[in-house]
């Protein structure tokens, strides 16, 4: 396993289409993490995963967002009715449940271009 | 709320010059992380840090867990091309080890040859 994948890693759709981006994290990693990062900032937390259950969401996660971890594996993230202001670059990370959780292990991202 | 200020915003250097860059916050920080990311690339790594005073090496790399517990710093040695990019310090959100970072607004670093 050589780390966190995200796919797509570009993605441009119009306004008010709905796209969606899948994470496999590490293998052996329980926690799953969805941050989104905008130009000139650092990453913002949207939402977290142990195993498949969804422990918490960021109020920066509209109703438009919904995220996904079915069998607590891969996860998906979906916006529906994408604007404008969601053209960011969502990253996907993982971690260990036990011992150091804030190590974080992220993947490349998906960068999203809403026109 | 939490909030890591980090500083300089920018740096542009000569390759071999050494390089220092802090993040401040207002509140205790139990853990620091320091990130370097490439453009186009997720954030990757540094140093991790866990105990007030605590000083740790990655090969060039130094980072120290400020003794107050609300800063953090990290120091380049004999600089090289590759070692451009952002990087960013990050604490956990609050006092949960759920793994929820605030990240600083980073430090953009240039090197020139």
């Known amino acids: 396993d050589t780390g966190v994948s995200q796919d797509p890693r570009h993605k441009i759709t119009k306004r008010g289409q709905n796209v969606t981006f899948r994470c496999d994290p590490i293998s052996e990693h329980n926690r799953l993490y969805w941050y989104r990062q905008t130009l000139g900032q650092g990453p913002e937390f949207l939402t977290y995963f142990q195993n498949e259950a969804q422990l918490e969401k960021s109020r920066l996660l509209s109703d438009r967002f919904s995220a996904e971890r079915p069998k607590g594996s891969f996860s998906t993230l979906e916006i529906q009715r994408t604007e404008q202001g969601d053209s960011a670059m969502y990253l996907c990370?993982?971690?260990?449940?036990?011992?150091?959780?804030?190590?974080?292990?992220f993947g490349s991202g998906t960068q999203l271009s809403v026109l | 709320g939490q909030q890591l200020n980090q500083s300089p915003q920018s740096m542009f250097i000569q390759e071999g010059e050494d390089v220092s860059m802090n993040c401040t916050s207002s509140s205790i920080f139990n853990t620091w992380l320091w990130y370097k990311q490439d453009p186009g690339e997720g954030p990757v790594l540094l140093i991790a840090l866990y105990k007030a005073g605590e000083l740790t090496s990655n090969g060039r790399l130094t980072a120290q867990f400020g003794i107050t517990r609300k800063d953090s710093f990290l120091n380049i040695s004999a600089s090289i091309p590759s070692d451009v990019g952002i990087y960013f310090c990050?604490?956990?959100?609050?006092?949960?080890?759920?793994?929820?970072?605030?990240f600083g607004q980073g430090t953009t670093l240039q090197v020139k040859p």
């Open positions: 990050a604490g956990p959100h609050g006092s949960s080890n759920t793994g929820k970072l605030i």
């Open positions: 990370a993982s971690s260990p449940s036990t011992g150091v959780n804030e190590k974080l292990f």
